[in-house]
Every structure is written in C-alpha cells, then in structure tokens.
Nanobody
Framework: QVQVVESGGGLVQPGGSLRLSCAAS????????MSWVRQAPGKGLEWVSSITNRGGLTAYADSVKGRFTISRDNAKNTLYLRLNSLKPEDTAMYYC???????????????WGQGAQVTVSS
C-alpha cells in the first residue's frame, strides 16, 4: 500500500519560513527522484523542485530558486522542502510526488500525496 503524507503547512506572514515534510511508504523511496509540486488557488499544477534519489542533485523552478531548498532523508523515507522568504504568491497546496523518469515532467509523476496547505498572508 503506497502512502505519501505531507505535513508542516500552515499560515505564515510574508518573509517568513516553513518546512514541509513528506513521509513515504509502500515503494522504494530511496531509488526514486522526488519532487514538490504546488497548486495555487484557481491555477494549475506548477512544478516546484526535484531531487535525485541520493540527494546529490537538485533543481528548482525559477519562481522559487534561491528561496526554497529541497532535501531528503532516505533512512527515514522522508522528503523535505524548506520555504524561506515567503511571498503571498507562494500560497498554494504543496504536493509531494515521485518522479520515476527523473525528468521533472508532471505527467510522469506518481505516488502523489494529499498535499499540505501553505498560506502566506499578513
């Protein structure tokens, strides 16, 4: 049974920070690249960041580069996203997903979580 559970979301003021966690089970987490994807209200899915299976390489969308940091702990089957310098436009549901193809292409993603809501507002 595959299970992917995001946590750590919440309400934060502009300029603030959060750390999201994604706990995975039911598949070989350590063998797969993983990604974060977000969906802002009324908008489509937007790829945010990806990380290789061992965590050696990372990639970020231009909209978050320099502010967000992706990481993973394979011993804990957990993916993380550190969100710094948050802006109101970062408000979205943030999803964790596996990227079996390692190409950061949304149609290929699998094992989606239920999402964690991040709201940036003063």
């Amino acid at each position: 049974q595959v299970q992917v559970v995001e946590s750590g979301g919440g309400l934060v003021q502009p300029g603030g920070s959060l750390r999201l966690s994604c706990a995975a089970s039911g598949f070989t987490f350590s063998s797969l690249p993983m990604s974060w994807v977000r969906q802002a209200p009324g908008k489509g899915l937007e790829w945010v960041s990806s990380i290789t299976n061992r965590g050696g390489l990372t990639a970020y969308a231009d909209s978050v580069k320099g502010r967000f940091t992706i990481s993973r702990d394979n011993a804990k089957n957990t993916l993380y996203l550190r969100l710094n310098s948050l802006k109101p436009e970062d408000t979205a549901m943030y999803y964790c997903a596996a990227d079996p193809g390692g190409r950061c292409e949304l149609p290929d993603f699998a094992y989606w979580g239920q999402g964690a809501q991040v709201t940036v507002s003063s």
